[in-house]
């Protein structure tokens, strides 16, 4: 088994920064992509930043040059940077660990339990 726990979350002022953590245990070796989603009350939950291989980041439209997602495999952990957050940044962000590279799925891997992010206008 696989889980992941994040932190890091909080309140911060529109234009401030706040960074998530995700550490990794258990059978640490089964994740091969990880994976940053988000979900806003009643809303989807969307994917914001993924290292779906070593050395490969994708990130949304939405988040691109304000976040950096990174994966420190030697302390088993990943972190998303979030530098001039907006208020439509306020989600819930979960991190997701994955086997495969695939990370077009939204419901695949294994799940944390999120943590809120609220951005304040």
């Known amino acids: 088994q696989v889980a992941l726990v994040e932190s890091g979350g909080g309140l911060v002022e529109a234009g401030g920064s706040l960074r998530l953590s995700c550490a990794v245990s258990?059978?640490?070796?089964?994740?091969?992509?990880v994976v940053w989603f988000r979900q806003a009350p009643g809303k989807q939950r969307e994917l914001v930043a993924a290292v779906p291989s070593p050395g490969v980041t994708k990130y949304a439209d939405f988040v691109r040059g304000r976040f950096t997602v990174s994966r420190d495999k030697s302390k088993n952990t990943f972190t998303l940077q979030m530098n001039s957050l907006k208020a439509e940044d306020t989600a819930v962000y979960y991190c997701?660990?994955?086997?495969?590279?695939?990370?077009?799925?939204?419901?695949?891997?294994?799940w944390g339990l999120g943590t809120q992010v609220t951005v304040s206008s």
């Open positions: 258990g059978s640490i070796s089964r994740i091969n992509a």
């Open positions: 997701n660990g994955r086997e495969g590279s695939d990370i077009t799925k939204i419901w695949d891997g294994y």
